[in-house]
């Protein structure tokens, strides 16, 4: 009996250990690319196509791992993503660091861990757009896209602010930002458009219009063809009249809904894309076209929203409830080109300001996919501020300074207490260490200078990874919202109290 009750306390620490190790290798794999410095990874999946980022949600995303821990870890920056957006890596690399500290007491520590980044926390208010544009750019140092975070930035935090209320809203929907990715120019050509931009051309087969001033727009959802049956019928025609009437009829059916439209003032139609078949067939396009009615179509299922929030209209779903009061009112509706065909603008809404759309223009798909991934960490440390008006400096500053609190605070408890937030608090140190480490700099010495400086109270000295020296890392102007670290503390310790909690791992059927 006590031989197993051995056994099987044996068994538990040996799965234990492996669950550290495996979420370890994880953590370590990423590590290399925290921080301005930090390294890229070009991932090639099974198809071979090619990405590469520096982005740890989706770095994790994409790495196939099997161990059940090792996904935690990759979850836990999945959740810190969907939570802030940032700070995706920084969430897994203390995860790693705290695992291979201590084990109980974590959460007491982090409480006080959270209270000391807290009382570090910078008062921001929303007027203050430097400050915004400086947070941007932090998170913007360490992209592939970094030497053009003086274009992104203005970008974001003007997309954030046309979108909220700075005094009313507590949130932000990054999905009122639509961002459109069109090939050929430069990251330098991003512009900010305050209205719609479609990347499918306006329908010009039967010479329709491109231009539309005063627009007038009707978004449909149903089919301009006529019907068709569910099934495949045959219909036999025995005689030229016959055929005659056939088409006469369908003329005559699609005539009708074409004048329907015409008659409400539309002059702008947008079609839903059908997955039946073409929602307009060619015999409704040349009557629009003769009515002077620009056509777009294959608009997404899921743009509609977006549309009718910025267009103010509602999507109309048959022709029977095609009334003026659905349709959305526009200055300009106008198809331009690109060196990558023809995109279509929609500006000038009635009542902007609910919605906007970014286009990113890029050289290559790779380079334009990074910067739509870059982009979106912006837009959501800008979102982070709105939710939470409070800055941190950057550079290592917040995880140091609390680190050197806990210690404090550590001497003034006793036996194995002491022990355990003592290793929280050195796990902390990673932070610095890695982005040291990462920019080539000698890890120890440069954190223990940091050490120095914040136990005299230099509370914003932080890595200034541009001179490779300690220094007051505000005068760098790096910093980051308050959200985005604490939410990576917390979530971090989370996730390291529940892998110390499993035991055994079962495999399932
Ligand atoms: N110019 C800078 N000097 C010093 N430290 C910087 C500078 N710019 C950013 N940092 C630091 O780099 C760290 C963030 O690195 P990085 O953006 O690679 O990781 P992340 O934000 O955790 O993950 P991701 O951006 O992939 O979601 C933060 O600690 C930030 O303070
Ligand atoms: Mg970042």
Redesign the pocket.
């Known amino acids: 009996m006590e031989k197993k009750n051995f056994q099987e306390k044996e068994k538990s620490k040996d799965v234990r250990l492996n669950n550290i190790i495996q979420a370890k290798a994880v953590a370590d794999s990423i590590r290399t ?4 410095k ?1 390294m890229d990874k070009m991932i090639q999946d099974k198809k071979n196509e090619v990405l590469i980022t ?4 989706t770095i994790l995303a994409k790495m196939e791992v099997v161990h059940p821990t090792a996904k935690m870890l990759v979850d836990v920056s999945k959740s810190q ?1 969907i939570e802030v957006g ?6 897994v690399v203390i995860a790693g660091s705290l695992l291979q500290a201590s084990q109980d007491l974590l959460n007491r520590a982090e409480k006080m861990a959270q209270k000391f980044l807290r009382d570090m926390g910078i008062d921001v208010n929303f007027n203050d757009r430097d400050s915004l544009l400086k947070s941007s750019n ?2 913007l ?2 992209k592939v896209v970094s030497q053009h975070s003086e274009i992104l930035s203005p970008m974001a935090v003007d997309a954030i602010l046309k979108i909220t209320d700075p005094e009313k809203d507590k949130t932000v929907d990054l999905n009122d930002i639509k961002i459109v990715k069109k090939l050929g120019g430069t990251l330098e050509d991003v512009e900010l458009v305050d209205g719609i931009v479609f990347t499918q051309r306006v329908m010009r087969s039967a010479g329709g219009p491109s231009r539309i001033e005063n627009a007038k727009i009707g978004l449909i959802q149903f089919q301009l063809s006529s019907p068709k049956t569910d099934a495949t019928h045959e219909i036999g025609i025995k005689e030229y009249q016959a055929i005659d009437r056939f088409f006469k009829e369908e003329r005559k059916y699609i005539l009708q809904m074409c004048a329907k439209i015409q008659k409400t003032g539309c002059n702008v139609l947008l079609i839903q894309k059908s997955i039946l078949r073409d929602a307009i067939s060619d015999l409704a396009l040349q009557i629009l076209a003769k009515m002077k009615i620009l056509v777009i179509k294959d608009i997404e299922r899921s743009e509609i929203e977006f549309v009718s929030k910025t267009l103010g209209c509602l999507p109309i779903a048959s022709i029977e409830s095609f009334v003026p009061e659905k349709l959305g009112h526009a200055k300009l509706v106008e198809e331009s080109s690109t060196a990558d065909g023809k995109i279509v603008k929609i500006t000038g809404v009635a009542n902007p300001g609910k919605t906007v759309s970014i286009i990113l223009r890029g050289s290559n798909n790779l380079i334009l996919d990074e910067a739509e991934r870059s982009l979106h ?1 912006a837009l959501c440390v800008i979102r982070s501020i709105v939710k939470e008006r409070k800055l941190l400096p ?3 500053a917040p995880e140091i300074e609390v680190s050197m609190k806990l210690a404090n605070w550590a001497k003034e408890q006793s036996g194995v207490e002491s022990v355990c937030i003592r290793a929280y608090a050195e796990a902390l140190e990673i ?1 610095p260490y890695t ?1 040291a480490e990462n920019a080539g700099l000698h890890p120890i010495s440069i954190v223990t200078e940091l050490r120095n400086k914040h136990l005299q109270g230099q509370t914003s000295a ?5 001179t490779g020296q300690v220094g007051d ?1 505000l005068e ?1 102007n ?1 910093v ?1 919202p308050l959200l ?1 670290t604490s939410s ?1 503390l917390s979530l971090a310790t989370e996730t390291v109290v529940m892998i110390l909690k499993i035991d055994d791992i079962i495999g399932a059927r």
């Open positions: 690319s925290l921080g301005p930090g520096n982005d740890g949600a993503d940032d700070g995706t890596t920084s969430v932090t998170s140092n360490s960490d950057g550079g290592g932070i982005l932080g890595i200034n990874i541009r890392i760098e790096v980051q985005v990576a």
